[in-house]
T-cell receptor
Framework: AQSVTQPDIHITVSEGASLELRCNYS??????LFWYVQSPGQGLQLLLK??????LVQGIKGFEAEFKRSQSSFNLRKPSVHWSDAAEYFC?????????????FGPGTRLSVLP | DADVTQTPRNRITKTGKRIMLECSQT?????MYWYRQDPGLGLQLIYY???????NKGEISDGYSVSRQAQAKFSLSLESAIPNQTALYFC?????????????FGPGTRLTVL
């Protein structure tokens, strides 16, 4: 079965520190990969997505993610975290070779930022 | 104005009551989705619709029904609400013309069933 794992349920970093959120997926084919952010009381906002080409993808708010096929990973990074980045982050995957296949979401990683 | 709106934003109801959650979108997308979010479980797909005449069950459709009244409107009903349906519900849309099928989410409806 297709699955998406985010090994870290909760991460705490200091403001200004670097950040990496992990995402692993299990698929036979090359998937489309997404990161969404959910701020408290808000819906999900798309940060970035990967579908082909350069495996390093730039997104909004200074985030980037790298697709590593050999590791089945799509980790999200930010060089310097701001207090406003405190939120929950979701990785999502869709299998592009399976028409009608829907998104599968990971369980989310909650990010806390210390002043 | 938001592209994807959900009403109500918050609802408290009692066990056994019928509840309808509504979703409207101005993005012109043909695909619409309903998810529920529970802590630690991410988002789980309840129902989805690829156009007005196409309705499909998701992974957790039991206890729910939907209606696609128009391309822009997709409603979720709980025929007889039960406490374990207490959750945050999200509507989302996507465009068939977008080969990545990127989904865009509404702000969510927080439902509490007592």
């Amino acid at each position: 079965a297709q699955s998406v794992t985010q090994p870290d349920i909760h991460i705490t970093v200091s403001e200004g520190a670097s950040l990496e959120l992990r995402c692993n997926y299990s698929y036979g084919a090359t998937p489309y990969l997404f990161w969404y952010v959910q701020s408290p009381g808000q819906g999900l906002q798309l940060l970035l997505k990967y579908f082909s080409g350069d495996t390093l993808v730039q997104g909004i708010k200074g985030f980037e993610a790298e697709f590593k096929r050999s590791q089945s990973s799509f980790n999200l990074r930010k060089p310097s975290v701001h207090w406003s980045d405190a939120a929950e982050y979701f990785c999502a995957v869709i299998n592009r070779d399976n028409y009608g296949q829907n998104f599968v979401f990971g369980p989310g990683t909650r990010l806390s930022v210390l002043p | 104005d938001a592209d994807v709106t959900q009403t109500p934003r918050n609802r408290i109801t009692k066990t056994g009551k019928r509840i309808m959650l509504e979703c409207s979108q101005t993005k012109g997308h043909d695909r619409m989705y309903w998810y529920r979010q529970d802590p630690g479980l991410g988002l789980q797909l309840i129902y989805y619709s690829f156009d007005v005449k196409d309705i499909n069950k998701g992974e957790i459709s039991d206890g729910y029904s939907v209606s696609r009244q128009a391309q822009a409107k997709f409603s979720l009903s709980l025929e007889s609400a039960i406490p374990n349906q207490t959750a945050l519900y999200f509507c989302a849309t996507s465009d068939t013309r977008d080969f990545t099928d990127t989904q865009y989410f509404g702000p969510g409806t927080r439902l509490t069933v007592l």
